[in-house]
Antibody, heavy 121, light 107 residues
Framework: QVQLVESGGGLVKPGGSLRLSCAAS????????MSWIRQAPGKGLEWVSY????????NYADSVKGRFTISRDNAKKSLYLQMNSLRAEDTAVYYC??????????????WGQGTMVTVSS | DIQMTQSPSSLSASVGDRVTITCRAS??????LNWYQQKPGKAPKLLIY???SLQSGVPSRFSGSGSGTDFTLTISSLQPEDFAAYCC?????????FGQGTKLEIK
């Protein structure tokens, strides 16, 4: 079935780095834009970044621009988020999500289960 | 950035009730509005896309309406499994932004 599975979360000190991965299955990964979205404990959802199907285009929230890098490997059906210079405010559950785009709509239709990132000394 | 404001932030209702949740955008977003349901400890689930289109597999008791800046999510007859949090999201422009959420609780 269509599935996204994140991994790579954990506890990291402020200023540290972490790389998240998201493994896709059940659909043609290379056909879709993909995104990372996060949710701080007890808070709402925050879009982090997206990448186009061929990696030609990327976009980032201002809160992570210059610190986070999104990438993908279509041969491995995998999405990545390299997170550097981590701050306490980056503490959140990080979800990868498939972005379904057509002429009149644009939505995150498939989500992974999430991976927790905690930034603390 | 486009701000998304939901109301109410919480709502108590009973099984069988009809409920409506409102989402307002700080500027016109045409029909680029999506609704998600999230249960505790779980990932969000897409319910409605493009303001009024029902996602495949979602029960028909869920419906959405609106365009421009004002949108609504309606659940026609609440079922026990509908007690969850709901949030809206605009996909008109980046940064994509979400409403703060509405927690639907059992009365």
């Amino acid at each position: 079935q269509v599935q996204l599975v994140e991994s790579g979360g954990g506890l990291v000190k402020p200023g540290g780095s972490l790389r998240l991965s998201c493994a896709a299955s059940g659909f043609t990964f290379s056909d879709y834009y993909m995104s990372w979205i996060r949710q701080a404990p007890g808070k709402g959802l925050e879009w982090v970044s997206y990448i186009s199907s061929s990696s030609s285009y990327t976009n980032y929230a201002d809160s992570v621009k210059g610190r986070f890098t999104i990438s993908r490997d279509n041969a491995k059906k995998s999405l990545y988020l390299q997170m550097n210079s981590l701050r306490a405010e980056d503490t959140a559950v990080y979800y990868c999500a498939r972005r379904r785009v057509d002429t009149a709509s644009d939505a995150f239709d498939i989500w992974g289960q999430g991976t927790m990132v905690t930034v603390s000394s | 950035d486009i701000q998304m404001t939901q109301s109410p932030s919480s709502l108590s209702a009973s099984v069988g009730d009809r409920v409506t949740i409102t989402c307002r955008a700080s500027q016109s977003i045409s029909s680029y509005l999506n609704w998600y349901q999230q249960k505790p400890g779980k990932a969000p689930k897409l319910l409605i896309y493009a303001a009024s289109s029902l996602q495949s597999g979602v029960p028909s008791r869920f419906s959405g309406s609106g365009s421009g800046t004002d949108f609504t999510l309606t659940i026609s007859s609440l079922q026990p499994e509908d007690f969850a949090a709901y949030c809206c999201q605009q996909s008109y422009s980046t940064p994509y932004t979400f409403g703060q959420g509405t927690k639907l609780e059992i009365k």
